[in-house]
């Protein structure tokens, strides 16, 4: 039973353009969301996280939305750099509980430049 | 060092065999994680460490796999009788409370 979703394996984007990678939840009780960035052969960094008690947080050129109604985060990249390219996995926990991550399957975005 | 440090790096076994993977957290880093990611899926749970306790092991798949945590630092995740399913990269990552968790680059552990 997969309780975060990441529905698009893989995204290819131009060089400067936004970048949009989405996120589905289903356990409603899930409170803080978070997005890792991973390169080959390298662990998950974490990128930015929200809290269910936001529906946007903002750092730098990254911008996660958080739809609670509708289970939905995404992650925007505006403009994008080459240098972005890498495995982005969507992940959900609940505060104040192990803090235990749940984690999607990933999408691959290529920017091309 | 400043990051998670896990070793080894790779780890290629037979069937059978029991294998040892450690850990070394971020210093002062209370809480420690083990996740696993097979080939093309997401990072699966395994267990949790707050101190040298582990309130949560509800991730590990079989009685074959452990793990450890001692002087509230180092953590090792023993896999006794390998199979050839349990080649994955196994992850660590360690942080303090309720912040992010910084993982370190894994051990791929090779079943053959």
């Known amino acids: 039973d997969q309780q975060v979703k990441q529905n698009s394996p893989s995204l290819s984007v131009q060089e400067g353009r936004i970048s949009i990678l989405n996120c589905d939840y289903t356990n409603s009780m899930f409170d803080y969301f978070l997005w890792y960035k991973k390169y080959p052969a390298e662990g998950p960094t974490f990128l930015i996280s929200i809290s269910s008690i936001k529906d946007k947080n903002e750092d730098g050129r990254f911008t996660v939305f958080l739809n609670k109604s509708a289970k939905h985060l995404s992650l925007h990249i505006v403009p994008s750099q080459p240098g972005d390219s890498a495995v982005y996995f969507c992940a959900a926990s609940l505060l104040g509980a192990t803090n235990k991550l749940i984690f999607g399957t990933g999408t691959l975005l290529a920017v091309q430049p | 060092g400043a990051g998670v440090s896990q070793s080894p790096s790779n780890k290629v076994t037979e069937k059978g065999k029991d294998v040892e993977l450690r850990c070394d957290p971020i210093?002062?880093?209370?809480?420690l994680y083990w996740y696993r990611q097979r080939l093309g899926q997401g990072l699966e749970f395994l267990i949790y460490?707050?101190?040298?306790?582990?309130?949560?092991k509800s991730g590990l798949p079989s009685d074959r796999f452990s793990a450890e945590r001692t002087g509230e630092s180092v953590s090792t995740l023993t896999i006794q009788r390998t199979q050839q399913e349990d080649s994955a990269v196994y992850l660590c990552a360690s942080s303090r409370d309720g912040q992010p968790q910084h993982f370190g680059d894994g051990t791929r552990l090779s079943i053959l």
């Open positions: 210093s002062g880093h209370t809480a």
């Open positions: 460490f707050q101190g040298n306790s582990a309130p949560d």
